[in-house]
């Protein structure tokens, strides 16, 4: 253990599961597998991998045992029968769910006398194990410490978001909701101009250097939003309003679907109601504030 490379067990064997156990093997850990299904272990046995028999197998053959699978309830199904095996080792669960899922198992973790972490995989498996592979961690310091050498196998971006594991899905969520945003906001934007005949990919070198302009964007909202001192520096939300309105008059002109524009535009109107015209973009986030909304 002295070198980093630990034992490990990955249980799930699905895309993200085999891409977690190759990255294992490429980093020289000792990896152990099962899944459901068999027959999925077998590409993983051929590069090296042991194949268990059964879970408890599995879960036995490594102090830092991996699950990967569809949702939390198969979590359970698969280790609940053996989850007395468990005790003394680490359970790294990066299988999707909410924090409160997160928490949940972290507690029925600890009543099994076993150590957890709560990951959120922001990478595609062909990522995996590339120094680009994001993976978010929440759990104790000491146990992510211990054990980020390891960890640190499925990607170079391993990062330890603090001990509330209930952190990972919160950030996956939220870098999700960015994601899907930003493939809405392009899918409109390719209609709009592919109704002028503009392919995709010519209109597609412009949107990646306006999105790298856009990010730019966020740091002074980011402080805005700390602070709660909103003074525009770029752009007031009035400013705003009209373009927006160009947005839903030349989609609706071709038929597109306006209904993200219009939202766009009821944000806005919204704070401008309230009185924060001369504001920057960053006062809308009162409006996804609970605590804060009018
Ligand atoms: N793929 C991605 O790009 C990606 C990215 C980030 C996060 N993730 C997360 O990674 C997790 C796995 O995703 P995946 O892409 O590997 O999905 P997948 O290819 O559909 O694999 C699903 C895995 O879950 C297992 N499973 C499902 N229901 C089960 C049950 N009731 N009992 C036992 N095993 C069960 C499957 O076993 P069988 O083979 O027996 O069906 C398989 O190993 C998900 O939580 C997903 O959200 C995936």
């Known amino acids: 253990m002295g070198d980093g490379r630990v034992p490990v067990t990955v249980i799930g064997l699905g895309m993200m599961g085999r891409a977690l156990a190759r990255a294992f093997l490429a980093g020289e850990h000792p990896t152990t597998v099962w899944n459901r299904t068999a027959g999925?272990?077998?590409e993983l046995v051929a590069a090296g991998a042991a194949g268990a028999d059964s879970v408890a197998a599995a879960v036995s053959a490594s102090p830092l045992v991996v699950v990967c699978v569809r949702d939390y309830q198969a979590a359970y199904e698969i280790l609940g029968p053996v989850s007395d095996a468990l005790a003394g080792r680490l359970?790294?669960?990066?299988t999707s769910g909410t924090s409160a899922q997160a928490?949940?198992?972290a507690g029925w973790a600890a009543e099994r006398g076993a150590g957890y972490l709560d990951g959120a995989i922001m990478m595609t498996p062909p990522g995996i194990g590339t120094a680009e592979a994001v993976i978010l961690y929440g759990g104790p310091s000491e146990t992510f410490a211990a054990h980020r050498?390891?960890?640190?196998?499925?990607?170079g971006g391993t990062i330890h978001l603090g001990a509330d594991v209930g952190l990972a899905s919160v950030y996956d969520v939220a870098l999700l909701g960015i994601m899907w945003s930003t493939f809405n906001g392009f899918m409109h934007a390719a209609a709009l101009v592919g109704s002028e005949n503009v392919p995709a990919t010519t209109f597609l070198p412009l949107a990646r250097q306006w999105l790298t302009g856009v990010a730019s964007f966020l740091t002074p909202y980011a402080e805005q939003i700390d602070t709660g001192d909103y003074t525009a520096s770029d752009a007031t939300l009035e400013t705003h309003l009209s373009p927006v309105e160009h947005l839903i008059e030349e989609s609706r002109a071709r038929g597109i679907d306006a209904t993200a524009a219009e939202y766009t535009k009821r944000l806005v109107e919204e704070a401008v109601a309230n009185g924060h015209a001369l504001d920057s973009y960053a006062r809308i986030v009162e409006h996804f504030t609970p605590a804060l909304r009018a």
Request: hydrophobic fraction near 60%; glycine fraction near 6%.
């Open 40 to 42: 999925r272990a077998e």
């Open 91 to 94: 359970l790294v669960n990066l």
């Open 103 to 105: 928490r949940a198992m």
């Open 149 to 155: 050498p390891a960890l640190t196998a499925l990607g």
